[in-house]
């Protein structure tokens, strides 16, 4: 069978996300041929297009993540049947097409409150957040917490989430209309990290104590404001690198070094931890990734998490997306229909 993808063939700028025909392989006993009606683009798309990430194969078919409709089934499935909704998160990519093979494991049953649409902008950022949230660093009341780029896709997930439990959550944004957008997803506090001091604003906001964890997926850009901004046993998790890779990191730099002559001097020992999480190490099993989507779609239904509508582009003009995210024109989700 011949389908329409989008292989790259080099790592570059978004022209080389070209579309081409390509055979699918033949259906093997615990596959499934899933016709894909809606196509998520993450920054992690970018950052895989031009080399940054080199887990793509080439030539290959990049994105990680869609919905559709199931079409055919290996003779071994036994979760799905033709005509059944799914999503699924793919590490190893094959997104970007009209329709694909993939294993049954992968897939997830959509319920009938998620969209097509919607699983595709979220599974995951949705997933992310929930890792993040509930697994590495498990979110309690009362809490303070920093979200870096809190008006990011994932930024804006986490703010809700940290929001529902009862954390006091602190947003960190570029312009007065991304500090709307934070306040929107629960931020209690914003800062401008353009104009202000982030440490010093952290500081102040939290009594000297300084947070209980920082959510950081801005990378080389904030590192350094995020370890400072720690408070006793704070935990630092460093989850993306959108602004470029985080430098090595040495023992030594726990606790950072003063502050310069303010107040907030002489913190001392801080006992901080820090955590590099990958979510697919996160969902090696079938029950915890079937577990991180039911909490994932539980919180939809029950409006804890709200997404906005999906910037919609035709799979043929992936790379005006691909430009729009590199350049935050996007503020919403962005996907791709086949």
Not at 188 to 198: D, F, G, K, Q, S
Request: proline content about 5%; some cysteine.
């Amino acid at each position: 069978m011949r389908i329409g993808a989008i292989v790259m063939r080099k790592y570059g700028g978004p022209e080389v996300l070209k579309l081409e025909p390509v055979s699918l392989p033949p259906l093997q006993p615990h596959q499934i041929l899933l016709r894909h009606t809606a196509i998520g683009v993450n920054f992690h798309d970018v950052l895989v297009r031009n080399g940054t990430f080199r887990t793509l194969t080439l030539p290959g078919i990049p994105g990680i993540e869609a919905a559709g409709i199931v079409e055919e089934i290996g003779a071994a499935v036994t979760r799905f049947k033709r005509g059944d909704r799914i999503a699924y998160i793919d590490e190893h990519h094959g997104g970007y097409s009209i329709a694909r093979v993939i294993d049954e494991n992968l897939a997830i049953a959509l319920p009938d409150y998620v969209s097509d649409t919607l699983a595709a902008a979220i599974m995951t950022k949705g997933l992310t957040a929930q890792m993040l949230i509930r697994q590495v660093h498990p979110v309690t009341k009362g809490e303070y917490v920093l979200v870096q780029a809190a008006a990011g896709g994932v930024g804006r997930l986490v703010c809700q989430w940290a929001s529902y439990l009862g954390a006091i959550v602190i947003g960190t944004v570029s312009s007065e209309e991304k500090a709307r957008i934070a306040s929107e997803a629960g931020c209690r506090h914003t800062i401008n990290y353009i104009a202000e001091n982030v440490t010093l604003r952290i500081m102040e906001i939290t009594g000297g104590r300084g947070v209980n964890v920082v959510y950081d997926g801005v990378g080389q850009q904030t590192f350094a404001d995020s370890l400072a901004c720690l408070g006793l046993r704070g935990h630092l998790i460093s989850f993306g690198q959108s602004s470029g890779p985080v430098e090595p990191v040495r023992i030594p730099r726990f606790p950072p070094a003063s502050f310069g002559g303010n107040k907030w001097d002489g913190l001392g020992v801080k006992s901080n931890s820090l955590s590099r999480p990958t979510l697919y190490h996160y969902m090696t099993h079938q029950e915890e990734y079937e577990t991180m989507c039911r909490e994932l779609f539980g919180m939809l239904k029950s409006k804890a998490l709200r997404f906005g509508e999906p910037k919609r582009y035709a799979l043929s003009d992936v790379a005006a997306a691909h430009v729009d995210m590199e350049k935050q024109f996007v503020s919403a989700p962005a996907i791709l229909l086949p």
